[in-house]
Structures are given as structure tokens and as C-alpha cells.
């Protein structure tokens, strides 16, 4: 199923980003997330590339498993940054073949171990490319508060904009923890001429290093009221976890009751903070779709 009919079925679409295992770990690793997040009845999960384009094969055969076993369908994720055509034509053959339609596509992030490849510079180049050699359906991924790399906000919209034309259903959001930033965020794509659907993309802040890295990934801004719990509950590791939860349930409701399109949940494969927000938004998700 192509993500793009669910949009047209529903009125808030639901979904959860989990990441493969790392290289020393085995595929089952990851069995346990998703016993667990299928009983939460996502519309559909994401999974990830890996830095650069490293462990991508993963990507591929978790996606099908989330596919054939879990009978959910599943997103999976394409990185170009260290790609070459043929790589990249390789990579569609695999989920072609895996019956994979939906595909998220991404510049992705420098790997200083991968040597240096140039056939694609942005991510809207791999949309186009994508677009030419089959029938998927392509999803973006846009910043509220702008990409890091951009000069300002305006100009990453006015790029996004040629993603978009280039072949995107729909685009999910990088994280941030001040749903006025996404606000904004919509009111200027809509004036640059972005109608499709966008999820707001949430990341539930479970530990200190986690919101450390995330912050100097992204460029995410931490409001002061985000700030005061760090402050007050860092050191407490069950009460940041809490807290974490508590602020990102906050934000979806806001987010739904503004007639937000989506919710895309990074889970950190960690299904207990999935299932506490699933239950905190349960009722509302049901409402909000009938």
C-alpha cells in the first residue's frame, strides 16, 4: 500500500521510526521492538539507513519483515550522500523485489569511513532519480526550524519546494520541542506553495545524551520550559524518562487538536516510551480519525 492513500483515508496518521541493529548485533535484535509495536497499531514504520549508506542491507530485509511478518507496511529509507547511480539502482531493484513501495528519500549524513562519491548532491536529485526508474511512492523530510547546513529558514523552504515538485507524497519532520517552530514552519510552506501532508516528526527525550546529540545533529532549539526539566530531573534517570514522555504527549495533543496530519514517533527502538505515549493519545487518535 502506498503511504499516500492513507492521507486520503485518514485524518491523522500515526507511525513510528525504529533503526536497524548495530553491526555487531544480530537482525533479531530487533524482533523484540517489533513484537511490541505491532500491538500498538501504527499505520506504518520507518526504518533507517545507516550513516552514510553503512549496514543499508539491513534496511532492505527489516523492512520486508515488517512487511511480511508484521503485515504493517513499512517506509523504508535511502541515504545518496555516498551513492552511486548504480548503487542506488541496486537498492531499488532489493525492495522492488521485496515488495517495498514506500521510500523515504535523504541526502543523509557524511561517513568519513566511506570514500567521498558526488553523483548526488541533494536529496531532491534522489528524488528525481527515484522517480524515473519506478512506481514508488517517494516521501521527503523537511526541518521546521530549517536544515543546519542552510543559510535561513526561507531558503531550505525554497528547496524544499523542488523536492516536492520533483515526485514527494508527503513529508515528515526532522524533531523539535516547540510546536510553535512547526507552526511557522507550515504556515511559510504553505505560502511557498506546499500542499502535501506533513507529519510532525517527535522524539521523546529519554536521557540526557540522547537530547545532547540529537540538538547538535539537528539544530533543534530547547525551549526554556524543555529546559527546566533537563535541569531539574537530569540526574534522575526514571524521572527524565517520565518527563520525557509526559512533554512529548503534551506536544501531540497540541498537535492534533491544531489539525496537524501526522504524528511520526522516533521510537530509539524503545517500545515501553512507544506504548506509554500510545495509550496517553489512544483516545484522542480515535476521535480525531472518526
Partial sequence: MKLCKLFDEKKVVFSFEI??????????TVYNTLDALKGLHPDYISVTYGAGGAGSGKTCEIATLIKGKYHIEPLAHLTCINATREQILAELEAFKKSGIENILALRGDRNPEIPACYDFAYAGELVEFIAQHGDYNIVGACYPEGHPECNSL?????????????????????????????YRFLELTQ????????????????????????????????????????????????????????YATEQIVDLIASGVRGIHLYTMNLPYVAQRISTNISSILQTSNQ
Fill in 19 to 28: 533503526f536497524p541493529p548495530k553491526k555487531t548485533s544480530s537482525i533479531e
Fill in 154 to 182: 526561507e531558503e531550505d523552504i525554497t528547496h524544499l519546494k523542488d523536492k516536492v515538485d520533483k515526485g514527494v507524497s508527503h513529508l515528515n519532520s526532522q524533531l523539535f520541542f516547540d510546536n510553535n517552530d512547526f
Fill in 191 to 246: 505560502k511557498a506553495g506546499i500542499f502535501v501532508p506533513i507529519q510532525a516528526g517527535i522524539m521523546p527525550v529519554t536521557n540526557s545524551r540522547q537530547i545532547e546529540r540529537m540538538v547538535s545533529l539537528t539544530g533543534a532549539k530547547l525551549p526554556s520550559k524543555f529546559s527546566k526539566i533537563m535541569a531539574r530531573y537530569g540526574d534522575n534517570p526514571e524521572a527524565l524518562r517520565d518527563a520525557g514522555i509526559a
